[in-house]
């Protein structure tokens, strides 16, 4: 479901979810080109956060955007987009050392 969101230009990372009783919060990072406008970004990311309350009936969907090019982005790269277990009644937490 995401994935139908990642492009040449847009990628996808630092995904977490968590439960606090019935309710679910997913956060995530969205990297786009620097060059994009604000509403260009904003449109998308809102995308996104329909796409994931529709899939996985989240509470809450923060999303952080961010310029690919910024090598302040990378910091968490290593949580690489893995939402796909918060789907099948696990906890589905992607493990994450920080916000990024
Ligand atoms: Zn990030």
């Not at 260009?40 to 990311?45: C, K």
């Not at 090019?69 to 099948?88: F, K, M, Q, S, V």
């Not at 009644?89 to 992607?94: D, Q, Y």
């Amino acid at each position: 479901m995401l994935r139908t969101h990642i492009t040449e230009e847009v990628n996808i990372h630092g995904v977490r979810t968590r439960e606090s009783g019935h309710r679910r919060y997913v956060e995530m990072h969205v990297l786009v080109p620097g060059a994009w406008t604000v509403t260009r970004g904003h449109d998308l990311v809102e995308s996104i956060e329909q796409a994931v309350k529709a899939e996985f009936e989240a509470s809450e969907v923060t999303t952080h955007l961010e310029p690919r090019e910024d090598p302040r982005a990378y910091g968490d790269y290593e949580t690489e987009i893995e939402l796909g277990a918060a789907g099948n009644g696990g906890h589905g937490t992607v493990p994450s050392q920080d916000e990024g």
